[in-house]
């Protein structure tokens, strides 16, 4: 699987979810309003993606209800992602082009791969409207929450092997 980035104007970064040459699943990602629209064939979804915690260090996803369903941070040193009480471990590594791996128990084993393919730099400051914004390893949590809430359906749970590839 891999995610290309399609557009990226007005702090609105568009990407497609590829499989097999396929579009499964399209996110637009309003940095500045920090919502994420999420359309696949079967479901249209926006949620509402920010920090919580005493120091800001928890990355949590909302549905449109407000409705608390994810949550990305750090814990013993291993970066997760908690999404519908199912708990799941990521890494990204940072070569070209940017490979995000998630998985259950160990990296060996991963539930999905994914490749960012961006005609953009990634790591570059962007200038939307006066404001500085820095790409980092979290503003890629749109993108690694988007993967886990594709995989999460039972459909999905079936095939997560097929992912893997």
């Not at 040459?21 to 996110?27: F, S």
């Not at 249209?44 to 990355?59: D, L, Q, S």
């Not at 962007?126 to 500085?132: D, E, I, R, S, W």
Request: net charge negative; aromatic share 10%; hydrophobic share 35%.
């Amino acid at each position: 699987m891999r995610w290309e980035q399609i557009s990226d104007n007005e702090g609105k970064e568009v990407y497609e979810l590829r499989h097999n040459e396929q579009c499964v699943l399209t996110l637009t990602d309003n940095v500045i309003a920090g919502t994420v629209r999420i359309e696949s064939a079967s479901e249209k979804r926006t949620f509402v993606i920010g920090k919580e915690g005493f120091f800001n260090n928890r990355t949590v996803l909302r549905n449109e209800y407000g409705i608390r369903i994810g949550e990305l941070g750090i814990e013993n040193n291993e970066h997760f992602i908690e999404m519908e009480n199912e708990k799941f471990h990521y890494t990204i590594n940072d070569s070209s082009p940017v490979e995000f791996i998630i998985y259950k128990e160990s990296k060996e084993n991963p539930i999905i791969t994914c490749k960012l393919n961006t005609p953009f730099p990634a790591h570059e400051p962007m200038l939307v409207k006066g404001k500085k914004l820095l790409f980092t390893k979290l503003n890629y949590a749109s993108l690694l929450m988007s993967m886990c809430w594709y995989i999460l359906p039972p459909i999905a749970k079936m095939n997560r092997l097929e992912y893997s590839i």
